[in-house]
């Protein structure tokens, strides 16, 4: 079974620039979720989306940051503008229905340095 | 604040040594547990996790948890370490059921050969 796949694996830009991260996850998956690790920190949730609407989007700073799930399969994150602290590794997960028992399984990850 | 807090930053033990990495969470009620691990150079992956029955949990690769109720607490356990268990391990706490997960800083074991 094909897990979460991410891309890019690393970026690098200058602040003030945008950027985008991709993610498709586990075929099936019903639940799909961003997180943002910053080094020394767990992973902390931004975004879960259930199919292609948003669950939960409390974490996500909205005047910067914004998400999509287009037709409940793959989705976007994106960053305008970034700042110095948005430095950080950006998770995707999936889950295959998204209750709170539901195991949930990560991707490599998107390395993200802001200058 | 609501938080789930890993006692250990870094622990470095020998091969054949046992471990025990702590981990407690403030959130009342009901809560789901559970220990994710990321190898090096690898994705997080779940390593056993616990939302009723039996507290003791068990896991992959010889690992066990057990969840206190009194002590708000869910420490990871195994009897004898491997130098392939050297990795980053995160407590998740998932409280009240909505997927809300929140994670522990994590704690880095170094086992050494």
């Known amino acids: 079974e094909a897990g979460v796949a991410q891309s890019p694996r690393y970026k690098i830009i200058e602040k003030r620039q945008s950027v985008a991260f991709w993610c498709n996850p586990i075929s099936g998956h019903a639940t799909l979720y961003w997180y943002q690790q910053i080094l020394g920190q767990g992973p902390k949730l931004l975004i879960q989306?259930?199919?292609?609407?948003?669950?939960?989007d409390s974490q996500l700073p909205k005047d910067r940051f914004s998400a999509e799930r287009l037709k409940g399969v793959d989705s976007t994150l994106k960053i305008q503008p970034a700042k110095l602290e948005d430095s950080a590794v950006y998770l995707c997960?999936?889950?295959?229905?998204?209750?709170?028992?539901?195991?949930?399984?990560f991707g490599p990850g998107t390395r993200l340095t802001v200058l | 604040a609501q938080s789930v807090s890993q006692h250990n930053h870094h622990v470095i033990l020998s091969e054949a040594a046992s471990l025990e990495l702590g981990c407690n969470y403030s959130?009342?009620?009901?809560?789901?547990l559970f220990w994710y691990v990321q190898y090096p150079g690898q994705h997080l992956q779940l390593l056993l996790k616990?939302?009723?029955?039996?507290?003791l949990v068990k896991g992959i690769k010889g690992f066990e948890a057990e969840f206190i109720k009194s002590k708000f607490s869910f420490n990871l356990r195994k009897p004898s370490v491997q130098w392939s268990d050297t990795a980053e391990y995160f407590c998740?706490?998932?409280?009240?059921?909505?997927?809300?997960?929140?994670f522990g800083a994590g704690t880095r074991l170094t086992v050494k050969p």
């Open positions: 616990y939302f009723s029955g039996d507290p």
């Open positions: 959130y009342g009620g009901t809560v789901n």
């Open positions: 997960a999936s889950s295959l229905i998204g209750g709170g028992t539901d195991t949930q399984y």
């Open positions: 998740a706490v998932n409280p009240g059921g909505n997927n809300d997960m929140r």
């Open positions: 989306f259930q199919n292609n609407g948003v669950v939960d």
